[in-house]
Nanobody, 121 residues
Framework: QVDVVESGGGLVQAGGSLRLSCAAS????????MGWYRQAPGKQRELVAV???????NYADSVKGRFTISRDNAKNMVYLQMNSLKPEDSAVYYC???????????????WGQGTQVTVSS
């Protein structure tokens, strides 16, 4: 079993910054990828940013140049630095970890409970 816990959400004014953190713990052999997704009311969950164990990253077009994802492989943690926040960034942000629990186990996706980010205009 793997636990994924996010922290760092909150209320911020437009143009401000927030930093989200996510820690994965439990039976972990390797985390292939860690990423952030978000879901606003009435909308589908969407990818915000993802980083692989090799260090490659991918961002949603809407956050490129404003958000930065980073990862600490030794601590099984991922961070999302969010700058120049806009009201449309308001959503519940979820952390995802694609985990292999043993060398022979399949990769399984684990999700955190989510953290609310609200950007006021």
């Amino acid at each position: 079993q793997v636990d994924v816990v996010e922290s760092g959400g909150g209320l911020v004014q437009a143009g401000g910054s927030l930093r989200l953190s996510c820690a994965a713990s439990g039976m972990i052999f390797r985390i292939n990828a860690m990423g952030w997704y978000r879901q606003a009311p009435g909308k589908q969950r969407e990818l915000v940013a993802v980083t692989t164990i090799g260090g490659s990253t991918n961002y949603a077009d809407s956050v490129k140049g404003r958000f930065t994802i980073s990862r600490d492989n030794a601590k099984n943690m991922v961070y999302l630095q969010m700058n120049s926040l806009k009201p449309e960034d308001s959503a519940v942000y979820y952390c995802n970890a694609a985990v292999r629990s043993t060398w022979y186990a399949p990769v399984v996706d684990y999700w955190g409970q989510g953290t609310q980010v609200t950007v006021s205009s």
